[in-house]
């Protein structure tokens, strides 16, 4: 399954993975199928099973594309003020995990310890996407 897979997970108890399985939503997109739109309220984010999604900014022809199984997106909905920052369109057909930000929240309450890890793994992909946004706007020479 993609959330074993996913970078946001790493380091967690089988049990904690299980506990947000068991209550995500698997979810199927047609190509050109919009999960999301920027500007709108962030209550779920995503984890990428087969597919992919371009994470688009607005009218520019570039966007981050998200292609790997376990990859994470829509995490504005982890962090205030919870409004998605981009659009995000399925490039083919593809199947996600929707996870909500109030059973993510349930189940780091429930385990704290493991819920530290999620957080550092979060801030680990946000930095991540910052560098790749950075590169976008000044190139290595």
Known sequence: MAITESELFKGVSQRFITRIANAAEELNYKANSIIFKRGEQAADFYVLAAGDVHLELGEIEEALAVN??????????????????????????????????????????????????????LTAIIAGRLRYAYQQLVPET
């Open 68 to 121: 790997r199984s376990g990859e994470v997106f829509g995490w504005s909905a982890l962090v205030a003020p919870y409004v998605y920052t981009a659009t995000a369109r399925c490039v083919k057909d593809t199947r996600v995990i929707k996870i909500s930000r109030d059973l993510i929240e349930e189940v780091i309450q429930e385990h704290p310890a493991e819920g530290l890890a999620v957080l550092k793994n």
